[in-house]
């Protein structure tokens, strides 16, 4: 038998389960915000880390990932298997990339992967619709898809659920202004009418531990906003297919005030982002809990490496008798001539300092940390790993096995949130998304609206995906590095055998290119070019032109260097009184590079 949101004692039941699924959570939740304390470091505010954090591994790590994993704004490709239904997909591919843009999807996503790093991202697919769309943000436009990062503090799901698509419910809680939470008709008028303000001052969650919030907000609690909220949950049952609201337990009433049929994407509208799957556990196991120990060892071994080096002293010890040769040389400025009548009588002595044994440990934790994070130097371009460019292109093609992984997963995840992002929009039968369609080769544009007439077929006849490329890191050096190497291996060796069939190579159109991709628009003026379009070689009114016969010579330089490994090695060799050979030894004085 299903769920009966009409009947008290199931409902009753829900909220038992929900009640048990939140404090089965709370150790997640625990951890989740000491993770992030550590991340903040102490200087971030009074309620971040209490002790200082001079090197923060974590938040490197962290940063590299998240660039790594979310670039830039990601883009849509849709397509279908039916021919007659191209048109529909290319309308439907604009209309999804414009509203991909207007919510602003690249921010939502980083956020989603920073927090999936820390336990599992989380965000609610949805259309603002009515009353509810103008009073949850300024960001939602009624009538529009929205797409929202949920915390975890606001977040609960079946925990007797082994793998996700076992669990009875799922949800989130969130704050609606009392006054217009009572007037809203989608509401049950008996339900919403027992609504009571709910503190927005709390520091904790139900089960008494700390909200992130006050990370930033500190643990005090402050006046309430300036005016009142309530608390309600959305709440989905995956096998019934409803969507229910009822409201926060301190909220009053306990029937749902909303009920509806779910009719949208099959996987809900709540999608989990969780890089490291456990064997028969629903909760992930977070990155940054990995690397959370030797971070906070690291950390550990450098303050009291600090301690040691701010204990450090040098005094200067005279024998009796030669008290005025001391005080001759205390009170000498540098570089001074001072009279000594017994130097051998007065010596410098240095007391304290730095242990070379903990400081060549804390430097092997460092490359420890980078190992198990997968190789963060060649991630995060951090210095070279060999001592030529082909081997560090291996070693990060390599070392990227790892976040390829995490990258794949990242990919399906906003996949579904695209699908669903595009099923809200194709079920709308009023929501209308402006765009502009491009016309054949030309760099013309004719403004296309996506209104319910344009929609052909099922949508189920169409395919979204995520284009891959737009999910990579492409700098402007990378773009320019692959133009080199197209024209060095294949164009310029090619170049008689592409002028006999007419093609040409736009000089002018290089250069502009180079300059693009190198801030330099300078080039452009530099560079000055005959009247009329740019002179190509060959064409079709000139005769074919054969290259020269030319000889070429390669010389190869090879100029010391020193790895970021390299060097750490060796000053940990150095420290701990380790033989080395003397190439091995001048590391340490190389720069990196």
């Known amino acids: 038998m299903g769920f009966n949101p009409n009947d008290h004692k199931q409902v009753k039941r829900l909220r038992e389960a929900i009640g048990r699924s939140r404090r089965l959570l709370e150790p997640f939740r625990v951890k989740d915000l000491y993770a992030k304390r550590q991340y903040l470091g102490r200087n971030y505010s009074d309620t971040a880390s209490e002790k200082r954090v001079p090197i923060n591994l974590l938040e490197l790590a962290i940063q590299i990932y998240t660039r790594a994993l979310v670039p830039g704004n990601p883009r849509a490709l849709v397509g279908s298997d039916f021919t007659e239904l191209r048109d529909g997909a290319a309308d439907l591919d604009i209309a999804l990339n414009q509203l ?32 509810i769309g103008e009073i949850m943000g300024f960001r939602h436009d009624v009538g529009q898809p929205f797409a929202d990062n949920v915390s975890l503090d606001d977040w ?8 996700w698509e076992q669990v009875g419910f799922a949800g989130n809680r969130y704050r609606l202004p009392l006054e217009e939470a009572k007037e809203l008709e989608v509401f049950a008028k008996e339900e919403r009418e027992k609504l009571q303000a709910v503190s927005s001052n709390s520091t904790t ?21 300036f005016k009142p909220y309530t608390e309600v949950w959305d709440l989905w049952l995956p096998m019934e297919q409803l969507l229910i609201t009822v409201p926060a337990e301190e909220a009053g009433g306990t029937m749902p005030l909303k009920v509806i049929e779910w009719d ?3 996987r809900g509208p709540f999608h989990i982002l969780g890089f490291n799957e456990v064997p028969g556990q629903i909760m992930p196991l977070a990155p940054a809990h990995t690397m959370l120990d030797l971070h906070e060892l690291a950390n550990k071994l450098f303050r009291k490496l600090g301690e040691q080096a701010q204990r450090q002293k040098t005094v200067l010890g005279v024998q009796g008798g030669a008290l005025e040769d001391g005080t001759r040389v205390m009170t000498a400025s540098d570089g001074e001539i001072i009279r000594l009548d017994s130097p051998q009588m007065t010596r410098e002595y240095k007391f304290g300092g730095i242990d070379q044994t903990t400081l060549a440990f804390c430097l092997q934790i460092r490359d420890l940390f980078s190992y198990f994070a997968g190789n963060l130097d060649a991630l995060g371009g951090l210095g070279p790993q060999s001592d030529t460019v082909g081997q560090d292109r291996l070693i990060t093609s390599t070392a990227s096995e790892r976040m390829a992984e995490m990258q794949a997963q990242t990919l399906k995840f906003v996949g579904g949130v695209f699908s669903s992002l595009a099923q809200d929009m194709w079920n709308d039968p009023l929501i209308a998304v402006r765009g502009t369609k491009r016309v054949g080769d030309f760099e013309i544009g004719i403004p296309m609206e996506f209104t319910p007439e344009r929609r052909e077929g099922d949508f189920f006849q169409y395919n979204i995906k995520v284009d891959p490329f737009s999910m990579q890191q492409q700098t402007p050096g990378t773009k320019l590095q692959t133009v080199n190497e197209v024209l060095e291996r294949i164009v310029f060796p090619l170049l008689p055998v592409l002028e006999a069939q007419g093609a040409q190579v736009d ?15 300078e080039l452009n003026r530099i560079i000055v070019y005959a009247d009329g379009p740019a002179q190509k070689s060959g064409g079709p009114t000139d005769p074919v032109k054969q290259s020269p016969v030319t000889t070429r010579r390669y010389e190869r330089i090879n100029r010391p260097g020193a790895t970021t490994q390299g060097k750490s090695q060796a000053n940990i060799n150095a420290l701990l009184g380790v033989g080395q050979q003397p190439a091995e030894a001048a590391q340490i004085g190389r720069p990196v590079g």
Do not use: W, Y
Request: glycine letters at 8%; charged letters at 35%.
């Open 507 to 521: 000089v002018k159109e290089l250069v502009s290119i180079i300059a693009k991709f190198t801030n330099t628009e």
């Open 100 to 131: 991909i843009l207007e919510i602003d999807i690249e921010t939502t996503l980083k956020r989603c992967v920073k927090n999936a790093m820390f336990s599992m991202g989380i965000i609610k697919v949805g259309l603002a619709s009515g009353a």
């Open 205 to 225: 969650n139900q089960d008494g531990d700390e909200r992130e919030e006050t990370l930033s907000r500190g643990q005090e609690s402050e006046p309430d906003a």
């Open 156 to 163: 609960v799901h079946d925990m007797t659920a082994k793998r």
């Open 264 to 266: 949208g994407d099959e």
